[in-house]
Structures are given as structure tokens and as C-alpha cells.
């Protein structure tokens, strides 16, 4: 007897491995454990596609000189039932939430030990900020900064379910099955063409430990807001880009002016989709765009 689920590779790991990762692997584990490279195989390459049915299958009960295959039934599809719908929704959260689990062990676990004092682990959480990448330190302009305290990715709606469904996220229909509200004036939407909910702005003054998955992990610092109600940052060490995780990618998009209520994620192009490590979000029709340097947040003041 054997199950089998409709779930696909996108690219072949192998294949990026072998063109991209061992050419440039200098002999060193630990740079090729943090390398931009490596991380996009890991990303890009064991990402799947969604399950889209489960199938049971009956075993060969076939003479010896049949060629015909076994006999399956389907036993859900994601085109039947809300109840069928609703359950394979909930295994690829499931399937999405381990796969960014490992990813998380795998690359953006190693901490300094001890910690800094009056800090303590947490699982990782995610900062979406604004500022010059390769020269910022430190500046004002945290109040801009939002923050992510769960994945949203994996409780996120991808792109093509807006078209699919153009009542999708209109007309009292906001609430998503995760159970996030979606703003069509003031919308995100990260690599994999995934909707997400909007982090919680601002990002609460206090001190955090911050990582690309690359070499820097180090402290950001958030300040109280000033009487004119901005926020002040620096990182300890590095710059935005170092603690920058560049195949995370996110973008807030607003309706151009007289477009309010016209314009959704179905206007995007879904082969724009996933977007390269450390590029731009792709446009929306008729939105204007603001994109977002991500920062994974590891511990954080106790």
C-alpha cells in the first residue's frame, strides 16, 4: 500500500548544486555553510509546490502479464470540498512551517554563547526595515520599521488565489484562512508571490539580536521615540546589508492615487515569481512600491 502526494520539486537541487555551489566552494565548511549560494540552493531548491490532492493506492491485483498500473482513488483534492480544501491548506502550513524550521536550525541557529547579558533565545522573528544598505550603521527612521513576531509566509495567500478568486479580499471578504485581515490600499507580498499579513509597526524600542544567515550576528539597538516621534537604530557590528537575509525578499504595495478599491495582487505578473536573492520586488499594476530590507531576529532583551 502506498500514499502518494501530488508535490513537486520546482528546480532540480542537484543541478543548482552542481553549477553554482561546488565551482565556487573554496574548501572552507564554514564559508560554504553561510554562502549566499548555498542558501539560495536551500530556498529555491527543496522549495515546493503546494499538495494539491492525496491519493491512496490499491495494490497490483494485476495478471502477471498486465501491463496496466495499479488502481488509486483520490481520496481529497483541493478542488473538491471546503473540507478537503481546508485540510490540505492545513499540511502545507504544516510542510512550510518544518521546512522554514530546518532552514532556520540549519543557517541562522549559530549564536554567540553566551548571550549578551539580559537577553534571552526566541524563535525567530523578523524585522522589515528602510535604510541605506551597504553604508548604514545607525540613523533615525525606526519608526518605519515593522516587525513580524511568526512567520507570516507560510499563513500567507499566494498571488494566483487572487486571481483565481476575484472576491477574494473584497467585499467583506478580508479575513484570510489563517486568520489575518488583508488591506487592499496597504498590502505585502514577499519572494515566493505569497500575500502576507502586515507586521506591527513600530518596532518596540529595546535591543535585539539580528542576523542575515550570514557572518554578522550581532546587536541592534532601537531607541524610544524623540519629541518629534522618531526612532534612532545601530547594530553594534556590520552594516544594514551584513544582517540583511538576502532570499528573503518583501515589499509593501499602495494603490496609486485614484486606484484605491481598483488594484489587487492579481494585477501582478506571477512569472515574476520567486525573486532573486538580494533583488527588488516585482511591480503591481497600477501600486506604487516600497521595498524592505529583512532582518532575522534571534534573541532578544528579557
Request: with cysteine.
Amino acid at each position: 500500500k502506498k500514499w502518494r502526494l501530488s508535490r513537486r520539486y520546482s528546480v532540480s537541487t542537484a543541478e543548482f548544486w552542481a553549477t553554482a555551489i561546488i565551482p565556487h566552494h573554496d574548501g572552507d565548511l564554514d564559508s560554504l555553510r553561510h554562502h549566499s549560494l548555498l542558501q539560495s540552493s536551500v530556498c529555491y531548491g527543496i522549495q515546493f509546490a503546494p499538495i494539491t490532492s492525496i491519493q491512496y493506492t490499491h495494490p497490483a491485483i494485476t495478471s502477471v502479464t498486465s501491463a496496466e498500473p495499479r488502481a488509486s482513488t483520490t481520496l481529497f483534492n483541493s478542488n473538491n470540498s471546503n473540507n478537503d480544501v481546508n485540510l490540505l491548506q492545513q499540511m502545507n502550513n504544516a510542510l512550510d512551517t518544518t521546512y522554514a524550521t530546518l532552514i532556520d536550525l540549519l543557517f541562522y541557529g549559530k549564536l554567540p554563547s553566551p548571550l549578551p547579558s539580559g537577553m534571552r533565545r526566541v524563535p525567530t522573528q523578523f524585522i522589515a526595515a528602510l535604510g541605506n544598505p551597504t553604508s548604514s550603521s545607525s540613523d533615525a527612521g525606526a519608526e518605519q520599521w515593522g516587525i513580524w513576531r511568526v512567520d507570516p509566509g507560510p499563513r500567507g495567500v499566494y498571488v494566483q488565489d487572487f486571481r483565481r478568486n476575484p472576491s477574494l479580499g473584497k467585499n467583506g471578504n478580508s479575513k484570510m484562512k489563517a486568520g489575518w485581515e488583508f488591506d487592499p490600499n496597504d498590502f505585502w507580498i514577499e519572494e515566493f508571490g505569497r500575500v502576507m499579513e502586515k507586521p506591527d509597526f513600530p518596532v518596540s524600542p529595546g535591543r535585539y539580536m539580528v542576523t542575515g544567515g550570514r557572518k554578522v550576528t550581532t546587536l541592534l539597538t532601537v531607541d524610544p521615540p524623540d519629541g518629534r516621534g522618531r526612532q534612532a537604530w545601530r547594530l553594534e557590528e556590520g552594516t544594514l546589508y551584513d544582517v540583511t537575509h538576502l532570499p528573503c525578499r518583501s515589499a509593501r504595495y499602495f494603490p496609486k492615487p485614484g486606484q484605491e478599491g481598483k488594484r489587487s495582487p492579481a494585477d501582478s505578473n506571477w512569472n515574476d515569481f520567486p525573486v532573486r536573492p538580494g533583488a527588488d520586488m516585482p511591480s503591481v499594476k497600477g501600486c506604487d512600491k516600497q521595498d524592505y530590507a529583512v532582518l532575522f531576529v534571534v534573541a532578544v532583551e528579557k
